[in-house]
Every structure is written in structure tokens, then in C-alpha cells.
């Protein structure tokens, strides 16, 4: 499994790949990028299974960034899962309308994690 991890914080970045490599999945490998135009960038060479996005992010936030890669079709394999500390109703309803698979919020354990992942993208 490819993924990638959109989010502003290396320290966030950092816990959501320890949290994956814990997870029991197959990892081929795993990309960071700092925000949804980072992303954008790195989508140009890069094919993701996952793409795991924050939601606040200076320079393109995370609902932005999927409104842009669905309507685009920029990576059209992939599957979109927002994690993040915003939970309201509004927000998951826009990113889902956009084309995310859902949410996983934070604070989250391995456990959550995987449970999420399993329920949202039927693949894994």
C-alpha cells in the first residue's frame, strides 16, 4: 500500500506514520506533504492508495485539496480519509460531498485507526 499524509505538522505526520506501521497493513512506502498544494505537487509523480489529509492547512486546506483532486481526477485511485481534530457535521458532510471517504478524528489509537481505515475503504 501507498500512502500519503497531508498535514502542516511534522509532529502530527510523524504520529500518523507510526500509528500506520502499526497497523498490521502492508506499507510500500509512504509520502508527506505539508499542505494540499505540497500534495498537488507531489500527486504529479506519485500514485497513492491512501491519502490520509488534515483539514486546517495554510496555503490550501484539506477540504480544498479534495474538492481539487476529484473534480480534477488528479488521483482518481486513491482513497481520501480526512483526519483531523474537526469533527462537526458541516465539515465531514463537505469533504464527503467532495469525495472523501470520511473521517478518522484525533486524538485516535492504532485500534481506532485500522477500524476506521477498514470501514471507509473496503479494499483494505
Known sequence: MKIMIVDDSSVMRKIVTRTI????????????????????????????DLILCDVNMPNMNGLEFVEKVNSEQIA?????????????IDIVNKAVENGAKGFIIKPFTPEDFVAKVKHLCKRW
Open 76 to 88: 482518481p485511485e486513491s482513497d481520501i480519509i480526512m483526519v483531523t481534530t474537526e469533527g462537526g
Open 21 to 48: 506501521r502499526q497497523t498490521g497493513f502492508e506499507i510500500e512506502e509512504i509520502v508527506e506533504a505539508s499542505d494540499g498544494l505540497d500534495a498537488l505537487e507531489k500527486l504529479k509523480s506519485y500514485t497513492s
